[in-house]
T-cell receptor, first 112, second 113 residues
């Protein structure tokens, strides 16, 4: 069973700061998701990675398969980025949308 | 496109009762996964349905069961509710079991008293 660890658990920053959230997992994966969850529960998928780096607006996600580590970066952070960011991995050699294993999430607060 | 919808939004039940939660997948999606998220925790995988069959199951007791209908919508049933079943129940859909990108619904908040 894959163990997913996120750090930090809680992060408070000022508007405009560069934010980094880290995710480590214990066994090989076929894909890694970064998800955003706002108060009330709605979850939005931000990225799905299996290698390299992806960028969408102010969000950048990277993954190092050899080190079993991924990072989510937010540039020029804004109060509307305040949310819980969750890392989730799919184990296995590929094929089949197996259930994801989730980290506990990082609670991010961006203060004006 | 309505995206993934879930009903009800909130639900309060008494210990020992049974509950049914519903999920309609995003248009064009045929695979539905259910997750339980306790307060302050990450979601945990319950099971996944594809072609009206349970395709994979997480570490949840038999009190948790489900169903998928021919229109791909799904139900999650929980029998003999325990206080510890209080959680946010999330449904996610994807296009065939080969697609890992999942779209999540808003969740159903279940409180067991």
């Amino acid at each position: 069973k894959n163990e997913v660890e996120q750090s930090p658990q809680n992060l408070t920053a000022q508007e405009g700061e560069f934010i980094t959230i880290n995710c480590s997992y214990s066994v090989g994966i076929s894909a890694l998701h970064w998800l955003q969850q706002h108060p009330g529960g709605g979850i939005v998928s931000l990225f799905m990675l299996s290698s390299g780096k992806k960028k969408h607006g102010r969000l950048i996600a990277t993954i190092n398969i050899q080190e079993k580590h991924s990072s989510l970066h937010i540039t020029a952070s804004h109060p509307r980025d305040s949310a819980v960011y969750i890392c989730a991995v799919r184990s296995g050699s590929g094929g089949g949308a197996d259930g994801l294993t989730f980290g506990k999430g990082t609670h991010l607060i961006i203060q004006p | 496109d309505a995206g993934v919808t879930q009903s009800p939004t909130h639900l309060i039940k008494t210990r020992g009762q049974q509950v049914t939660l519903r999920c309609s997948p995003k248009s064009g999606h045929d695979t539905v996964s259910w997750y339980q998220q306790a307060l302050g925790q990450g979601p945990q995988f319950i099971f996944q349905y594809y072609e009206e069959e349970e395709r994979q199951r997480g570490n949840f007791p038999d009190r948790f069961s489900g169903h998928q209908f021919p229109n791909y919508s799904s139900e999650l049933n929980v029998n003999a509710l325990l206080l510890g079943d209080s959680a946010l129940y999330l449904c996610a859909s994807s296009h065939s079991h080969l697609e890992v990108w999942q779209y999540f619904g808003p969740g159903t908040r279940l409180t067991v008293t």
